[in-house]
């Protein structure tokens, strides 16, 4: 059962500092959203020169006179980060450098008002952007492990394990297992939806693709939630990176190989990136509707004996509320 309340520390996620005369600049030709017009902190990606994610971050702005920040990705992906911001260098005075794990620790906390998380410790905290109610993100001073928060009174501090279902349930991906680095898209990765993108912004690398992407208004695939019916078929765990299929009878299979890939999970609930007009009611472009609503769709291991398990997308109010708002007015 999901705690209601807590704070979880997240170990896989690293901090890179930046900072010099130069840093606002620099990072502007960089990521999707738009330094220039932030004055606090936020959520962006950075893509390569096709238009594909390398690194979803979180961009954390420090209040002074001189432009500086750290940027948060995954722990795995860092010194790769690294090497990309010197490689992009050039003559630009800037200063990059990794934070050490043991002196700044990243936490997601729910079920608190921002206010509440004030503490001697806390250096910043930044409403997460991905989803509505989706909680508050911070850090801290010292390392993951809880003995950097001093917060009064305190607050229960919860295993990283919750903080991922609770990801899922919401539909929101993160690092590279799930949004597969240089060749995931950004708007079917939900990048748009996350407040992650600025459309008015002027270049960056991997902006003809996203800008293109947005004038046709179509994006036919997305990451959503899904139900997995691991019970009725006594299967534990469903690989990842499978493709989701319907089950013979309710498609033509020879029409539609696969209607998305399974990205990952835990227990019956994970993330999947879904074909819209195909597994869920929403219509794509003006096209007519081709969705079945007595449809199913599996996914199977392809172990002839193991039983295909169920998948069933779900498309939560805010998906649509947000999709409607940012495809209908912009950014």
Known sequence: ????????????????????????????????????????????????????????????????????CYIEVDGDEADMLLKHLKRHKLRSKITV?????????????????QSALQDESLILSLPDPRAPYFGTRCLFQGNQGGDGV??????????????????????????????????????EFNFDLSEGIDFRKGCYVGQELTIRTKHTGVVRKRVLPVQLSLQETGVNQVSTGLDIKPLPGYADPNR??????????????????????MMTDM???????????????????????QEAVR?????????????????????
């Open 1 to 68: 059962q999901l705690a209601k309340r807590g704070l979880a520390p997240l170990p896989h996620r690293r901090l890179v500092s930046l900072s010099g005369p130069d840093a606002a600049k620099f990072l502007q030709g960089l990521i999707t959203n738009n330094v220039e017009t932030s004055k606090t902190s936020f959520y962006c990606a950075f893509l390569n020169a096709r238009g594909r994610v390398l690194w979803d971050a979180f961009i954390w702005v420090f209040p002074g006179k001189e432009w500086s």
């Open 97 to 113: 450098s990794m934070v050490p794990e043991n002196e700044v620790g990243i936490w997601a906390a729910w079920g608190f008002e």
């Open 150 to 187: 001093k917060a009064n009174p305190p607050f229960p501090v919860i295993d990283t394990q919750q903080y991922h279902i609770r990801r899922y349930l919401h539909g929101i991906p993160e690092g590279p297992k799930e949004i597969q680095r240089e060749s995931a898209l950004p708007m």
């Open 256 to 277: 539609v190989r696969a209607t998305g890939k399974f990205l990952v999970g835990i227990g019956n609930v994970g993330l999947a990136l879904c074909r819209l007009e």
């Open 283 to 305: 219509r794509v472009g003006n096209e007519g509707v081709t969705f079945n609503p007595s449809a199913v769709f599996i996914v199977k291991d392809g172990i002839e004996s």
């Open 311 to 331: 998948i069933k997308a779900i498309v939560p109010t805010w998906f649509r509320e947000r999709e409607r708002a940012v495809w209908s007015k912009g950014r």
